[in-house]
Antibody, heavy 121, light 107 residues
Framework: QITLKESGPSLVKPTQTLTLTCTFS??????????VGWIRQPPGKALEWLAL???????RYSPSLMSRLTITKDTSKNQVVLTMTNMDPVDTATYYC?????????????WGQGTLVTVSS | DIQMTQSPSSLSASVGDRVTITCRAS??????LNWYQQKPGKAPKLLIY???SLQSGVPSRFSGSGSGTDFTLTISSLQPEDFATYYC?????????FGQGTKLDIK
């Protein structure tokens, strides 16, 4: 059974850097084809894809946020870390991590429970 | 980038109704289309992948169809637990993208 759980601060100040950790079990990020993605959802709004990291350390980012995002993995700890710099109140959202299947077509399944991050001074 | 557009944005229906939600991609995505269900305060849950494949454990009243740019999610007979928000998502290319969501509520 695959599970994922996000952790990190619930409140950050504007201009600060957000660091979120996704801790997972039930799969290995060294397995061919596997990925872990980050998706966020502002309150009452739609899902927005942020970043993906693959088993081979290939990293992909949302073009609109690329300059602010960094995704890394620690295979030995079963963790994926997302950092987002220069946080702004519009970045207030629930942040989810999700397993992206190695099977084609790829899909996000399952998702973590999400963590709400509020950006406010 | 591929834009995903869902219609309608919201929908009111009754238990037992047949409901269809549409998703359109800004370019062809073959069958690389997934559907998710999200209930308030919960993470999205995969319902349909590859446009028409039912995820394990999902009731058979859910079905998906389409290819290329036009896709549909159909619920054949609405149950009380189906009132939620539904999102489509393309996995054809990176960046991945989601539709804006369709909120299904009780009439």
């Amino acid at each position: 059974q695959i599970t994922l759980k996000e952790s990190g601060p619930s409140l950050v100040k504007p201009t600060q850097t957000l660091t979120l950790t996704c801790t997972f079990s039930g799969f290995s990020l060294s397995t061919n084809g596997v990925g872990v993605g980050w998706i966020r959802q502002p309150p009452g709004k739609a899902l927005e894809w942020l970043a993906l990291i693959f088993w081979n350390d290939d990293k992909r980012y949302s073009p609109s946020l690329m300059s602010r995002l960094t995704i890394t993995k620690d295979t030995s700890k079963n963790q994926v870390v997302l950092t987002m710099t220069n946080m702004d109140p519009v970045d207030t959202a629930t942040y989810y991590c999700a397993h992206e299947s190695s099977f084609i077509p790829r899909r996000f399944d399952p998702w973590g429970q999400g963590t709400l991050v509020t950006v406010s001074s | 980038d591929i834009q995903m557009t869902q219609s309608p944005s919201s929908l009111s229906a009754s238990v037992g109704d047949r409901v269809t939600i549409t998703c359109r991609a800004s370019q062809s995505i073959s069958s690389y289309l997934n559907w998710y269900q999200q209930k308030p305060g919960k993470a999205p849950k995969l319902l349909i992948y590859a446009a028409s494949s039912l995820q394990s454990g999902v009731p058979s009243r859910f079905s998906g169809s389409g290819s290329g740019t036009d896709f549909t999610l159909t619920i054949s007979s609405l149950q009380p637990e189906d009132f939620a928000t539904y999102y489509c998502q393309q996995s054809y290319i990176i960046p991945r993208s989601f539709g804006q969501g369709t909120k299904l509520d009780i009439k």
